[in-house]
């Protein structure tokens, strides 16, 4: 009742059929068999009803699409003659039919509180998955399913003191929104990851109280991670962050935005045009004593049931949206975090991102966000908010779209270089673009707006209903004209997930029937395609049960090989002694490496000759577009988990499948023509590899380091030919990286001899280009003289190093360890970036190549297009140095204990 009853402003209490009728889908029956039969009367009834035809119809597609209808189909004579009883006692085991259409998860963990509303998870760009369940928000790493989970319990609120009413207008008739919620406790509304950077990872916040020991962290560490924005069903918004030295799985609340919202209309009171004056609140006060509400009202100002519904609609919030993260390029970096509320307004919150990251030690202040100004978007309800950014002649735009429960969505841009500047109290920096669906159309559940990079002019916003339809609007920018194309009727409840996949090539969407859809855009219209079958195989077995009845939200990974799916139990078809007790929802993970993307395919065969068959095809594209676009786009982080856990497991059965591609990805990264072969490209790729920008040094490291030689190493003895093949891998590893620390070298010097850069580990650095001096460029030579003329000192500080435990000298001999002439030999880690001994405080990790690093390397590493460039461009000052590996390119993080969640990139 729960789950259906906080649908009510989305469903609309039903909708239109195509006779001009109304389904009723309020009410539902209890036995799902029952409710399907009176479905799929309906639609036969309604024949002409203007649904699009789906190209192709297979017939698997039709009973995945309406897998409740594809139970048994029995007459009401049949189930009298079976009985209630005995139907339920049939149906924990479901006829197989219903199940062998569905597209099979990989991987899938279950939940012990069923989700509530659309749009419940999210995946963050550090790759940990998010779920809005229940009383509680879960937080999971996909790359360990099983392991630790992270937690939000979801606090309870007092509603905030807005005012007093007399007890007779209790029962009017705007006081009823206010009261709808009946439950004890709040759940889950919306949640939202924040891009990466804006969060501290520790610290000791006085507002909050001691979070862990006062004396050592009396401070805030930044770690490169991201924020997680939760609003609740009673309306409140709270940010969170990972917890580190708190040892729990709960994460810690960084910041309150509603309280900071009430205290904001407490000061402006409301914006409302008669404002009591303070005597007329004493007058307030003396009726209130006389109305006999009680005295617990000690400074509320009595007011009407008009002016209650109208503060309280402005304080409670609905949806939140961060938006992408907002370069600047003459300061800090920030992020505008959106909040939706009842009134139909949206307040926009700015978080700076950190004066720098550091792991030991910060004086960086507490992050805050401060509230840039409103808009009054709709008249009724924000149900739904998507950014987007956009590139316009001029300047970068932001881009929002807006869905409200009176059925209109608009979509608004601000310009960046505003929203960067713009201080409290003014209007924020959005203006209307264009209001592209209008009032009157159904409630709209979700939204999902997308700038294609490959068609920049363009925004595409897919638009959910609340009856169960579909709609794209393409927007074309430069002649400012939008297309609705047509609304589908893609699903039988409300639509309550949508995805964009591939660069707006495909889009995903799901809904509270439990269905799930894959689409692509051709010519104007979405065509159904099916979703593909799972031909990798599950990942690890799991006994989480697949009796899922309705779904809750879809999020695609950072690298666009699976997506995220989450679905709640029908709890009639679970086992009531062990099972319905603890588990309520399930995420399920979905493969769609192997979607495909144009109907009709039989073209591209040609680039992928030799492959087995149609699936492979679609992967082995799909894998290339991937790794392509983190080549391309340098400011994507490089998460690239799911790439390389397809190609592993695609390495069990087929080797030659995977050497495939990775020939054919360094053939188009190197822009190589010849036999495609390992034997015959990988010498090629030796000699270009300074041509090569560092991005694709980084992701070889990557993919040889996780998926060729991991899977060597597994397999253990292998035939001669794969050994021979090994050593060519492992060359290129090899080489790649000795180019990367002559990189790194040059990139250090240059920027300590432009003076924007800390002088550490320079002394060392001098001392690697003269050991290396017949190896290393004469450009590295160049600036390794010209740093010793600046630095006179460097050598005698290079010997004067001394070990961390016995204080006895450490000599250079290499680059990655070092061992003191003390008595015991210790061995000790040097830095990966600056080659220094590492202090014994806490150090950076890669969990990639587990290097330690005590000092970021300068941002203009990750950025080299090839090495050296002609002139050498340094970076503008200012960019703030991120934690990456300077190896494998990757986030490092502070080693956790394995009882925390922690996050894996690869
Ligand atoms: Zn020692
Ligand atoms: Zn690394």
């Not at 006779?19 to 209890?30: A, R, T």
């Not at 660069?503 to 995903?508: T, V």
């Not at 002088?759 to 190896?775: E, F, T």
């Not at 061995?827 to 001994?837: D, E, I, P």
Request: a negative charge.
């Amino acid at each position: 009742m729960g789950v259906k009853g906080r649908f009510a402003h989305l469903n609309g209490g039903g909708r239109p059929s195509g006779d001009g009728g109304w389904d009723c889908d309020g009410d539902q029956p209890l036995l799902p068999l029952l409710s399907s039969r009176s479905e799929s009367e309906n639609k036969s009834g309604r024949g002409d009803n203007p649904r699009p035809k789906k190209s192709p119809p297979p017939s698997d597609t039709t009973i995945q699409r309406h897998s409740k209808n594809a139970l048994p189909r029995l007459t009401a004579g049949d189930l009298a003659a079976v009985g209630h009883e005995e139907f339920l006692l049939i149906s924990p085991q479901p006829p197989t039919s219903r199940f062998q259409a569905m597209p099979s998860r990989f991987q899938a963990v279950a939940l012990v509180s069923s989700p509530v509303c659309p749009n419940a998870v999210a995946w963050s760009d550090e790759n940990l998955v998010a779920v809005a369940s229940g009383h509680c928000v879960t937080i999971v790493n996909p790359a360990n399913p099983f392991g630790p989970r992270g937690l939000i319990t979801i606090p309870d609120t007092k509603a905030f003191p807005v005012g007093l009413i007399p007890k007779q207008d209790l029962a009017s008739d705007c006081m009823l929104p206010t009261c709808l919620s009946r439950d004890v406790r709040p759940c889950g509304r919306s949640i939202s990851w924040s891009p990466l950077g804006l969060s501290p990872n520790a610290g000791y916040d006085p507002n909050y109280g001691l979070t862990f020991r006062e004396e050592v962290f009396s401070f805030y560490l930044f770690l490169y991670r991201c924020l997680l924005a939760v609003c609740t069903t009673k309306g409140v918004v709270k940010v969170y962050r990972s917890p580190f030295c708190e040892f729990s799985a709960e994460w810690v609340e960084v910041m309150d935005i509603s309280e900071m919202l009430h205290t904001y209309f407490a000061k402006t009171r409301y914006g409302e045009v008669h404002v009591p004056t303070p005597d007329n609140c004493q007058v307030s006060q003396v009726g209130l004593k006389q109305g006999g509400i009680g005295n617990r009202a000690n400074n509320l100002p009595l007011i009407s049931a008009e002016q209650y519904a109208c503060r309280s609609a402005m304080l409670s919030s609905l949806v939140v949206a961060w938006s992408p993260m907002l370069d600047n390029k003459s300061g800090r970096s920030c992020c505008i975090l959106a909040i939706g509320s009842k009134s139909g307004k949206i307040s926009f919150w700015r978080v700076h991102e950190p004066q720098c990251y550091s792991i030991t030690h910060g004086s960086n202040p507490l992050p805050v966000a401060s509230l840039i100004g409103f808009i009054q978007a709709h008249n009724s309800w924000i149900t739904a908010l998507s950014f987007s950014m956009f590139v316009s002649d001029e300047s970068p735009q932001l881009l929002l779209s807006t869905g409200s429960s009176d059925g209109s969505v608009k979509i608004w841009w601000g310009c960046i270089d505003d929203l960067l500047k713009s201080t409290e109290d003014v209007h924020a920096s959005f203006s209307l673009l264009e209001e592209v669906i209008n009032v009157g159309s159904g409630p709209s559940s979700v939204l999902s707006l997308l700038v294609p990079d490959t068609l920049p002019r363009k925004i595409i916003l897919a638009v959910g209903k609340g009856s169960g339809s579909l709609e794209i609007v393409t927007y074309d920018i430069s002649i400012r004209k939008f297309d609705v194309s047509g609304s589908h009727y893609a699903h039988d409840q409300v639509v309550t997930g949508l995805a964009w996949a591939y660069d707006g090539q495909c889009l995903y969407s799901c809904s509270q029937d439990n269905s799930l859809h894959s689409w692509i855009i051709k010519g104007d219209l979405l065509h159904e395609v099916p979703l593909p079958s799972n031909i990798l195989g599950v990942k690890m077995s799991t006994d989480v049960p697949n009796v899922s009845d309705a779904c809750f939200g879809i999020a695609v990974s950072p690298a666009s090989l699976a997506i995220a799916v989450v679905r709640s139990f029908d709890v009639n078809l679970l086992n009531q002694m062990y099972e319905a007790r603890s588990l309520k929802a399930v995420v399920e993970f979905f493969w769609i490496g192997g979607q495909m993307l144009q109907d009709d395919n039989e073209h591209d065969d040609e680039n992928f000759p030799g492959f087995p068959n149609r699936d492979l095809v679609n992967w082995g594209r799909n894998i290339l577009w991937s790794l392509n676009q983190h080549e391309q786009y340098l400011d994507k982080p490089l998460v690239v988990w799911d790439i390389i856990a397809a190609l592993s497991a695609f390495m069990k059965s087929e080797v030659n499948y995977v050497e495939q591609i990775l020939v054919m990805w360094l053939m188009t990264s190197v822009g190589l023509v010849c036999d495609p072969s390992l034997e015959s490209v990988l010498p090629h790729v030796y000699r270009y590899l300074s041509d090569l920008t560092s991005r694709q040094l980084h992701l070889f490291n990557v993919i040889i380091r996780h998926v060729i030689l991991r899977e060597a190493k597994l397999n253990g003895e292998r035939q001669r030919s794969e050994r021979e093949e090994l050593k060519l891998w492992t060359k290129l590893l090899e080489m790649s990286e000795k180019d990367i620390q002559e990189r790194l070298v040059g990139c250090s010097l240059s920027a300590t001899l432009k003076g924007n850069w800390r002088h550490i580990g320079m002394a060392q650095m001098r001392l690697w280009v003269a050991k290396n001096d017949d190896k290393v460029k004469d450009y590295v030579k160049f600036l390794s003289s010209e740093a010793e003329k600046t630095e006179s000192r460097c050598v005698a500080e290079a010997e004067e190093e001394c070990c961390s435990f016995c204080s006895a000298g450490v000599p250079f001999e290499d680059t990655e360890i070092a061992y003191c002439q003390g008595a015991e030999r210790h061995k000790l880690a040097r830095c990966a970036v600056s080659m220094t001994v590492c202090p014994l405080s806490p150090l950076w990790f890669c969990v990639s190549c587990n290097r330690w690093v005590s000092n970021l390397a300068p941002v203009t590493l990750f950025k080299l297009l090839r090495y050296p460039l002609p002139g050498h461009k340094n970076v503008q000052k200012g960019e703030i140095a991120k934690p990456f590996c300077p190896f494998c390119g990757i986030l490092l993080q502070r080693l956790q204990p394995e009882f925390l969640l922690s996050t894996l990139p690869v």
